[in-house]
């Protein structure tokens, strides 16, 4: 190795931004190995030799490592302490002193060596360097490119590496045009035998909350929160939202003027309907305003069972229960409490006759 070798080396490590000194310290410990394969002798044992690179000119020395004793007893991997003090005046006692054992040629090996470690290693780490930059993205959004679609999966190239979207975790209907540019939800990142492997979604709820976090800075800085989102993803989510400065309208931040922040998500969504909805800690309250946009006249809950009676109007029954039940399935997962929804002519025939609801029920 020389010096236009070192500084070829050292432009590798700066395009594939890997660590330099990982590399030159593999390097070194796959010529110890060499080393012994080829010129370890009666002076030398496989515990006690090191390599060391000069990391400016490419200068290699093989030394062959002694602890300084009292009385030898292996001079394979012991030095006596009169020994050592002829080599030098500072080593004392359990020092380790280096003796040079370079060969003449192992120069020439070493070079031949050092490209093939160079050319796993930088794979090697190249890959460690993409897992742990994607592993820093798990449970955020990235931007992809559509490549392709084959049979059910959509693939995607996220710049560094590869990956699809399995059918599961696709929006019904959605299609996938050829170079379109779509943002994706990091559901997990792996580090496997062939490099990282990082599962995408489009259908998350998790992309709804990124995407929101995107758009709106006040969620983003915490003036607005979160609460829950339930999602069916390609037809509605719902999503409860809270405001922790008074001052502030959370289901306002969230729309934006005229509609606008709100609007880039349903456009990035293809048209997924957005329900914005206020959190509270009153249960009933959450609940009413989960069922939105039926309005509620009266909610009813049990703690105990978390369970929840609501009576709409006869003329919001249908609103409130959603097109095969939709509406009422995702605020039971917004709010986590089961709901069971009345009509208040059926609320009021209940009253009525009692053993109307229990001959449904059997």
Known sequence: MNEAFIAALKEIVKEKGISEELLFTTIEDALVAAYKKNYAGPTTSAQNVKVSINRDN???????????????????????????????????????????????????????????????RIREAERNAIYNELKELEYDIITGTVLRKDKNNVFINLGRIETTIGPNEQIPGEEYKFNEKIKLYVVEVKNGSKGAQITVSRSHPGLVKRLFELEVPEIYNGVVE?????????????????????????????????????????????????????????????????LSPAKVLEVTADEETKSAKVIVDDNQLSLAIGKEGQNVRLAAKLTNWKIDIKSKSQAEALEENPDIDEAVEE
């Open 226 to 290: 979160i609460k829950s989102i339930s999602r069916e993803a390609g037809s509605r989510s719902k999503i409860a939202v809270h405001s922790n400065d008074e001052n502030v309208d959370p289901m306002g931040a969230c729309v934006g003027p005229k509609g606008a922040r709100v609007q880039k998500i349903v456009d990035e969504l293809k048209g997924e309907k957005i329900d914005i909805i206020k959190w509270s800690k009153n249960p009933e309250e959450f609940i009413a305003a989960a």
């Open 58 to 120: 490419g200068e290699i020395r093989v030394y062959s490592q002694k602890v300084v004793v009292e009385d030898v007893y292996d001079p394979v991997t012991e030095i006596s302490i009169e020994e050592a003090k002829a080599i030098s005046p500072r080593y004392d006692l359990d020092d380790i002193v280096d003796l040079e054992v370079t060969p003449k040629n192992f120069g020439r090996v070493a070079a031949q060596l050092a490209k093939g470690v160079v050319t796993q």
